[in-house]
């Protein structure tokens, strides 16, 4: 009985694993990844703590088992967090970093805010929040590459 429970607890955090996204914590990297993988770049502005609407998308969209398992092959995953609360605050370097993406990419400052990019950083499409599934938000994602 000890050996079935652990066996499925082993099964089920693999599986937690294997369809967790792969968020990338260096943009320049994400960038060179994308490039030498022929991947775009989905780079998404957060609120992560007080934003309603992007902890809505990232619960429908960013963890559902249908966007990781297209994302896995196709993009490269970059999230561009503003946390507020003293608790989840970003290390210096990468709050830095988000805010000179924000400054090229975002300066109006909408949250949250979704970018398709190629590999050199060239914006091919924006979205915001849409009150989708899912499967329609990718959807729309992939409509911006055929623009």
Known sequence: MKNKSVLTFIVILFSIVANSQQWRKNFEEAKAEA?????????VFSGSDWCGPCIKLDKTVWQSDEFNKYAKD?????????PKKKANQLTDELRKQNLALAE????DGNYPF???LNGDGKVLGVLGYLDLDASEYLDRIKELDKK
């Open 114 to 116: 979704v970018l398709l």
């Open 104 to 107: 090229k990419y975002n300066q």
């Open 74 to 82: 196709n993009y490269v995953l970059y999230r561009a967090d503003f």
């Open 35 to 43: 490039k030498d993988q022929n991947k775009k770049i989905v780079l």
